[in-house]
Every structure is written in structure tokens, then in C-alpha cells.
């Protein structure tokens, strides 16, 4: 079965970076792509970016361009968000997907990393 | 960047009831939107995309529909599994980006 398990919570202090880590697995992990979704405390949804099972390549939210890095470890199945320069308002619950294609939507979803931001 | 606008931001419904929730694009998305239900503690989880495509596993009381740049989910014989906060995403542009969500509480 398709799982995607995350990487746990974290602390960090403003202008710190953090890393969460999102390892798939129960398909091919080449055929498919992962985006990153954040939700804030009270907050919707908000799409960060998406990266290429296959190529690496990425597509980027630009409000997000200069401070997030998505990359893969084919080896591994797994994908990565670092996040830097971090802000009070980063707080957010971080969550990857599996994204087959832009029309499909994201179909299988991690369970969620909390990243809190505070000195 | 274009923008989804959900409504209602909440309702209050009965078991049993019809919900309908709607969301309204800035330009033509061809298409291009997703439905998810998202309950506290948990992922988002899928339920339409392409518009009015179901996904698998889902309920057939849960159906979208489209006219032009606007959207509709529509959840009929609702049940309580079904309170949630309800989400629509555009992933025609970049950045993909979602309606504000619907909140569907029991009345």
C-alpha cells in the first residue's frame, strides 16, 4: 500500500533552518511527483511547491523562492523540504503528497510535521 | 497568482441533509480543480479532481461539477463521518492555490 511517512516534529529559533523529510514507499516513487502543503494554526491550506520523482526538477510558490529547497533521494524514495530563514509565522503543520500529474490532485498525503518557530 | 474563492465558510447540517459548496475561480482553470475533505489531527484527503472526476474509494454521494470558472461540491445523504472542513484546490496554475474552506458542522 502507498504510505508516506514524515519526519517528526520540530523546535527551532527564528532564522534557524529546518529540514523535514518524507519517505514513500508501496509504488514508484519515479513515476510520481511530491508537493509540499503547509497549514498554519487556524489557517487553510497553502501549496509550497512540487518536485519530480523522476527528474528533480521543481516548481517552486514564489512567495517561498530564496528560503525553500525541495530535493530527492531516488535511492531512498524519499523527498525533502528545507525551509530557512525561518519566522514566527513558518509555525505550521507540513505535509508532502503524492502528485501523479496537476490533474489528479494529491492523491496520498503524509501525516504531517509540526514545525514550530520561537525563540 | 489565481485566486479560489470558496463559500459558505461554514454551514450547519443535519444527517441526511444535501450540501452544496461552492467555489469560483479568477480565470479559466480548464478543469484544473480538486476537492479535499480535511478533518483536525489528520491529512487532507482527496475526493474529486478534474472537477467531477471521483476519486477511489470515495462515496458516491460525494460529487463535483462545473460551469465555466465555477465549481460545486455536492454531498448528498450526509453523514457523520462527513463533518469537516471542505477544500477546493486549482492546480492549473502556479502556485497551486485553495479556496478558503467550508466548515460543515452538525446542526
Known amino acids: 500500500q502507498v504510505q508516506l511517512v514524515q519526519s517528526g516534529g520540530e523546535v527551532k529559533k527564528p532564522g534557524a533552518s529546518v529540514k523535514v523529510s518524507c519517505k514513500t514507499s508501496?509504488?514508484?516513487?519515479?513515476?510520481?511527483?511530491i508537493s509540499w502543503v503547509r497549514q498554519a494554526p487556524g489557517q487553510g491550506l497553502e501549496w509550497m511547491g512540487w518536485?519530480?520523482?523522476?527528474?528533480?526538477?521543481?516548481n517552486d510558490a514564489y512567495k517561498f523562492q530564496g528560503r525553500v529547497t525541495l530535493t530527492t533521494d531516488t535511492s531512498t524514495s524519499t523527498a525533502y523540504l528545507e525551509l530557512k530563514s525561518l519566522r514566527s509565522d513558518d509555525t505550521a503543520v507540513y505535509y508532502c503528497?503524492?502528485?501523479?500529474?496537476?490533474?489528479?490532485?494529491?492523491?496520498?498525503w503524509g501525516q504531517g510535521t509540526l514545525v514550530t518557530v520561537s525563540s | 497568482d489565481i485566486q479560489m474563492t470558496q463559500s459558505p465558510s461554514s454551514l450547519s447540517a443535519s444527517i441526511g441533509d444535501k450540501v452544496t459548496i461552492t467555489c469560483r475561480a479568477t480565470q479559466n482553470i480548464f478543469s484544473y480543480l480538486n476537492w479535499y475533505q480535511h478533518k483536525p489531527g489528520t491529512a487532507p484527503k482527496l475526493l474529486v479532481h478534474?472537477?467531477?472526476s471521483l476519486q477511489d474509494g470515495v462515496p458516491s454521494r460525494f460529487s463535483g461539477s462545473e460551469s465555466g470558472t465555477d465549481f460545486t461540491l455536492t454531498i448528498i445523504d450526509l453523514q457523520p463521518e462527513d463533518f469537516a472542513i471542505y477544500y477546493c484546490?486549482?492546480?492549473?496554475?502556479?502556485?497551486?492555490?485553495f479556496g478558503q474552506g467550508t466548515k460543515v458542522e452538525i446542526k
Open positions: 518536485i519530480s520523482g523522476f527528474s528533480g526538477h521543481t
Open positions: 478534474g472537477a467531477s
Open positions: 508501496g509504488y514508484t516513487f519515479s513515476k510520481y511527483g
Open positions: 503528497a503524492r502528485d501523479e500529474n496537476a490533474y489528479n490532485g494529491q492523491d496520498y
Open positions: 484546490q486549482q492546480s492549473y496554475g502556479t502556485p497551486q492555490t
